[in-house]
């Protein structure tokens, strides 16, 4: 059974603004029955092009129909290019959270609004230069790498269970592969905001604790922040680490490589006198 | 709220006969029954009966059962056994819709060297036997096809193919996980070398299962250890639950005629008024050739685990083959095996009924079911579009 949050059961249960509008603004449809889920989601704008009304029907299991309820709910009083911004994390905020392998809910959402919103404005409906790379679930790979990149995703199953792309006959996970790895490569110091000391400390830690500690860990070493002033880290290194001959280029090429990646070009490395 | 329980293809509950005769082996007789002292010996005694019980049940002799501790545990010990004692063989055969303790030891298998043909259904899932005789080869060690399907219900003529695999010099393994119980098994008139049973499908517990091994096969063990089980299968016994499984199979066969009329009516009464209260809904398996207990019904333009969650609000407990239950993107295998189209795969609901149910609660289903179904069509992008579509004609 699945562990669904209250709010998707309340949201599957007594669904919002399920139906139709008559004259709609914006309307699409995404998904198809073969895939197990659809949704037809439709918009109206009131006199200060504000979304006045939203309304959809889903095909689909408990997550799809609560996710397809919430973003109802979330887009209504937003302009267009404000419901543009919301994001299929969002939707699944919204809702408490939904299971890893039923975040593809969520992500049929934000397609669904994406679209609609494009037949409100007339815009072509597949993305330009879009190629379809999962033939059996129909996913582009632009809509991998978005997915990709707002997700943070690593491996070829995170992707499917995101965007469904390689969960048929599984044909296409060399290319998802592909994707994966391309999208990792991209520098993404343009799109980072300008973060505040606290927040870069923290950025600091989370990256030490989720990137880079896991893989110490695993040949035996650690690693602890003593001080970070400005953009210098000052480090310690525990465990096999600390007697190590090549720990510091360890700290180079790999700490100070990832910190330069997640969290600011301008961070470097030192470690703490013994 | 009551829980209706339907989905006995899952589990089952323990019967009370079976939970009685079990509790003094928690408690009081906890000796092992490998021990030299009266205390141990005499648990040993009761096995020695429990033995013969599940050995009446199958009409088999009390050697040729071997303890497990489920039938996942049977199935692989039965595999593994073949290729071993035939190690100079690399080939299986299997269907396209056996269970997952079948399926995937096999894809495991096939990464080992081994080389897996697994045989299609139609759409009735009926297995075409032809097939069977021309899949095997000189290198095939052994064939495994399940008795009872536990999606559909659907049986399979396992008797007729391990003659088959018989006369190709190749071993015959049946998974009668679902069968047993439901449908008479008689092991003096078939030539199958070895049979899976699951304790809790047949209202012992859960954590037993019996690997029937015919007497003068050729037998590894899967669990080395000690002396158990004269060799076969290591690990000190599970007592109380050997115990409660021979009540268990005693207490099947009393009740096998029920199941092939009392249950048997109820089920039929379900899937008919199901059928004819909701349109563009059908059963999925062939009709005549099915377990008394399973129906497989599929509901198009909904999806089955949005059924199976407002069933669960009303206490209704049943399966669904669809994608959305199972974590995967694509529904059942068995549905797909059939070419089930995928429209109608997502929108299957198994319903397995036991001797437990009461006419009260089929009435109630079938009461509840209609609204269900109204209600997730109602959200459905694609149920209007398909009454606009059928009103234009």
């Known amino acids: 059974m699945w562990e669904y949050t209250d709010k998707v059961k309340e949201h599957f249960l007594n669904p919002h603004n399920v139906g139709e509008i008559e004259n709609p603004d914006g309307i699409a449809e995404v998904g198809s029955l073969a895939c197990g889920d659809a949704l037809k989601l439709a918009f109206k704008l009131d006199e200060n092009k504000r979304i006045k009304d939203a309304k959809f029907k889903t095909f689909g299991c408990a997550s799809a129909i609560a996710s397809s309820s919430a973003l109802t709910e979330i887009i209504k009083g937003m302009t267009v290019d ?40 007339g815009a072509p409906a597949l993305e330009e230069g879009a190629k379809i790379i999962c033939e059996c679930f129909g996913v582009t790979d632009k809509e991998i790498e978005r997915a ?114 997640l969290v600011s070009p301008d961070i470097t490395v030192e470690e703490a006198a013994k | 709220m009551k829980t209706i329980y339907l989905d006995n293809n899952a589990t089952t509950q323990v019967a009370e006969e079976v939970l009685d005769i079990m509790m003094p082996y928690f408690r009081d007789l906890y000796g092992n029954p490998s021990s030299m002292h009266t205390f141990g010996g005499q648990v040993g005694q009761k096995i020695r009966q429990a033995r013969e019980q599940v050995a009446s ?152 299962g019996v690997l029937y091994v015919r007497r003068g096969t050729k037998f590894s063990p899967f669990l080395i250890g000690g002396h158990q089980e004269k060799e076969r299968r290591g690990g000190t016994e599970n007592t109380p639950s050997i115990i409660g499984l021979g009540k268990a199979c005693e207490l099947a066969a009393r009740n096998m005629e029920k199941e092939n009329t009392y249950v048997k009516r109820l089920r039929d009464k379900l899937e008919c008024e199901l059928l004819k209260r909701i349109t563009q809904s059908r059963i999925n398996g062939d009709i005549g050739n099915r377990l008394p207990n399973t129906t497989n019904i599929s509901f198009e333009y909904v999806e089955g685990e949005a059924i199976l969650l407002l069933m669960n609000e009303l206490g209704i407990c049943a399966s669904s083959g669809s994608a959305c239950t199972s974590g995967s993107l694509q529904p059942s295998h068995v549905l797909r095996a059939m070419g089930v189209p995928f429209t109608m795969a997502h929108g299957s609901i198994r319903f397995s009924l036991s001797v437990n149910n009461t006419e009260e609660e089929v009435d109630f289903v079938i009461e509840k079911m209609p609204a269900i179904i109204d209600r997730l069509r109602g959200m459905s992008p694609f149920w209007n579009a398909k009454e606009q579509a059928c009103s234009k004609h």
């Open chain 2, 57 to 208: 049940l199958l009409g088999a002799l009390p050697e040729e059962i071997v303890f497990t501790s489920c039938g996942t545990e049977s199935d692989n010990s039965a595999i593994r056994s073949a290729l071993i004692t035939r190690s100079d063989k690399k080939h299986i055969v299997i269907s396209r819709v056996e269970h997952p303790a079948i399926r995937t030891l096999c894809s495991h298998l096939s990464t080992q060297g081994y080389k897996i043909t697994e045989l299609s259904v139609d759409k009735n899932g009926i297995l075409d036997l032809e097939n069977l005789e021309k899949s095997m080869t000189p290198d095939t060690a052994i064939v495994s096809l399940m008795w009872g399907n536990n999606e559909t219900g659907v049986i399979f003529p396992v008797e007729e193919a391990a003659r088959m695999a018989h006369e190709k010099g190749v071993l015959f393994h049946t998974d009668a996980v679902q069968a047993t119980g439901k449908i008479p098994i008689n092991m003096k008139n078939n030539i199958i070398d070895m049979l899976s049973i699951s304790g809790h499908k047949l209202h012992a517990p859960k954590g037993i």
């Open chain 1, 148 to 261: 990709i990149r707002e997700n943070n995703l690593s491996t070829v199953e995170d992707v499917t269970n995101y965007t469904k792309a390689g969960g048929g006959c599984g044909g296409c996970h060399d290319a998802i592969a592909q994707i994966i790895d391309h999208v990792k490569a991209e520098p993404k110091m343009d799109s980072k905001p300008k973060l505040t000391n606290i927040q870069k400390i923290r950025l600091i830690e989370e990256t030490i604790e989720r990137e880079i500690r896991p893989s110490l860990k695993q040949d035996g070493g650690d690693i602890e922040i003593i001080d970070i002033i400005g953009n210098r880290v000052i480090v310690a290194t525990r465990g096999a680490c600390a007697t190590c001959k090549a720990s510091d280029i360890t700290l180079k090429n790999f700490v100070e490589y990832r910190l330069k990646e």
């Open chain 1, 82 to 121: 404000e419901a543009l911004k919301v994001s299929n994390q969002d939707i699944a905020q919204y809702l408490g959270g939904l299971p890893d392998e039923k975040m593809h809910c969520s992500v049929m959402g934000k397609q669904a609004l994406e679209k609609a919103v494009e037949n409100y404005r």
